[in-house]
């Protein structure tokens, strides 16, 4: 069972709220629109653990944008909502009413708009506080299962055969809840609740072991 210290996820943390940061503020110039963005939860957890806090049931459809990043640690970066809170991100980021059918035509391209800033930020800070070095591929747009999203084999096709080797209850995620909330002309917040998910096998997770406690023995 791979855990982590108090201290490695605190660290963990502290590296997300960075990455939050610069995140929310692209955001808020992308969209000309105040976005707050908060981490209320991290927690390492296996893939059935991990599909249980992202839906209730694994016949629940979600909407998530995925980019996979190759290197000294590899892995698999999703931003995650429930298909329902992704048109009404969609509606809040835009700050216009508009027809059901003009927002789902706009989906797609919004909420990779949305992964590619979101990510991209939490994979910085990553590179900024690790001596590890990767490379992000293209953000993708996906639609399915928890099951579905969360499958590490089906992410990473050229380390398909050392993740299929591991045992199932070693694959791990680190599941970030996340609230999504912007500010509109009148004041008026609009909340929704994502998840950022960062699915790692064995492996990699050892190597962020190993970088959290360098870290650590330098304070």
Do not use: C
Request: hydrophobic share 45%; proline share 1%; aromatic share 6%.
């Amino acid at each position: 069972m791979f855990k982590l210290s108090e201290l490695e996820e605190d660290a963990l943390k502290e590296f997300f709220n960075m990455g939050l940061g610069m995140a929310a503020d692209s955001l808020s110039q992308m969209v000309n629109n105040e976005v707050l963005l908060s981490l209320p939860q991290l927690r390492v957890a296996g893939y059935d653990e991990a599909i249980r806090m992202l839906v209730e049931s694994d016949e629940e459809r979600l909407v998530a944008v995925r980019q996979n990043f190759k290197g000294e640690l590899n892995g698999t970066a999703l931003l995650i909502f429930p298909g329902a809170e992704s048109l009404e991100l969609v509606r809040t980021l835009l700050n216009e009413e508009m027809p059901l059918e003009v927002l789902t035509e706009l989906e797609q391209e919004t909420l990779l708009d949305v992964g590619n800033v979101i990510l991209n930020a939490f994979l910085e800070s990553f590179t900024q506080m690790m001596s590890v070095e990767f490379d992000f591929e293209s953000a993708e747009y996906l639609k399915g299962s928890g099951g579905f999203l969360l499958d590490i084999t089906s992410h990473l096709s050229a380390q398909k055969q050392s993740l299929m080797e591991s045992a199932s209850e070693e694959e791990r995620a680190i599941v970030l809840m996340m609230d999504f909330k912007t500010s509109d002309e009148k004041d008026a917040q609009h909340t929704l609740n994502g998840f950022v998910v960062l699915l790692f096998s064995q492996q990699a997770m050892t190597v962020l072991k190993r970088e959290l406690d360098t870290i650590l023995s330098q304070l």
